[in-house]
């Protein structure tokens, strides 16, 4: 959820295939046997498996996270992707219950991948969810790379075993700028970046809270005096009430944390392909900062998805198509994201 929202209401790409005893071993991720007779595999071998969905945890160092593991049809090895999500307390699914944010899009994006041959994890968030014994026991404890090292967490985890050809980061919003920080915790074959801000956060910042207090200048003025302060890394105890949810002293190590990053910077510095997407009726993240994230990265393939919005579901600009965008689950995903996606991930 955006600011304006809170304040305004080798071993690398192991493919082979291991023998049905082991694979069976494996259940939750994924079977690489052979195909049963009729099939095309040896007589007698095992069936190749029907697509499942199933519930993977990984343990960072306060507690658990929880996921669901996809896995398409099929004997494998598939090529594999950990989805990021994007900011605030966001489930596996991409939702926000408490804040009436339900979307689906997470789940729309696993299955929607499953279904053309590539596996995924996507997982609640620390402390939210099933995740909830994972996050730090204060909020002042957080910061803004423990994200990406419990994305980095799933990561190993499809690794684990050599049970998927490659493995693909896709960060969504806030998830585009961690996936760029899992590079350097962990071995990745690509990095997807969807709806990715292309300027560090306190630029992010300024312009979102120009929007949402343009009739309240005096406080427009304070909140970018906190922002000045925040990236200086200087904590700032006197926050007038009405911008408490963004800049409460409990939070303000998150954001400090968060503000040394530029993402132009980081997408540079990857080793690893890169895909970046962009919706062109997002209201949260501009077609511009995907252009930055391009420039700033001349290798990348961008793809502008012509009424896509920040949710990866279709709609216009209107109040009404945006507001249903980011509370009818039943709305898919956008098509274009899942066939650029099938384009870019490496099967091998």
Known sequence: MSLRSRLVGSARRAGFALPCAAALAW?????????????????GAPACPEAASVDVTVENAR??????????????????????????????????????????????LAEGLRDRGIASIRYDK????????????????????MGADDAALWVEKLRGGGRFATVTVVGHSEGSL???????RTDIDGHVSIAGAGRPIGDVLREQLASALQQDEAL?????????KLELGQPVDDVPASL????????????????????AAEIQA????????QGTT???????????????????????????????????????????????????????????????????
């Open 220 to 228: 427009l003025e304070a909140a970018n005096g906190i922002i000045d």
């Open 282 to 348: 997002d209201i949260q993240v501009k077609v511009e900062d995907a252009e930055l994230l391009a420039r700033a990265r001349a290798d990348a393939e961008l793809v502008l998805v012509e009424g896509m919005s920040h949710t990866l579901k279709a709609a216009t600009l209107s109040a009404a198509s945006q507001n249903a965008a980011y509370s009818d689950p039943s709305l898919p995903v956008v098509p274009r994201v899942l066939e650029a996606l099938e384009a870019f991930i490496r099967a091998e």
């Open 126 to 145: 620390a402390g939210i969810g099933a995740s909830v014994s994972a996050a730090p026991r204060a909020e002042q404890e957080l910061r803004f790379e």
């Open 270 to 277: 990857l080793a690893a392909p890169v895909l970046i997407m």
């Open 27 to 43: 259940p939750l991720l994924g079977a690489g046997c052979g195909a049963g007779e009729g099939d095309g595999g040896s007589p």
């Open 63 to 108: 507690g658990a996270l929880a996921g669901t593991l996809e896995v398409p049809a099929g004997c494998g090895p598939f090529p594999a992707v950990v989805i990021i999500p994007g900011s605030g307390p966001t489930d596996r699914d991409g939702n926000q219950t408490a804040a009436g944010l339900l979307t689906d899009s997470y789940r729309l």
């Open 178 to 184: 961690l996936g760029m920080l899992v590079a350097a």
């Open 244 to 263: 408490l949810s963004a800049f409460r002293p409990s939070v303000q190590p998150y954001v400090i944390s968060w503000m040394k990053y530029d993402p």
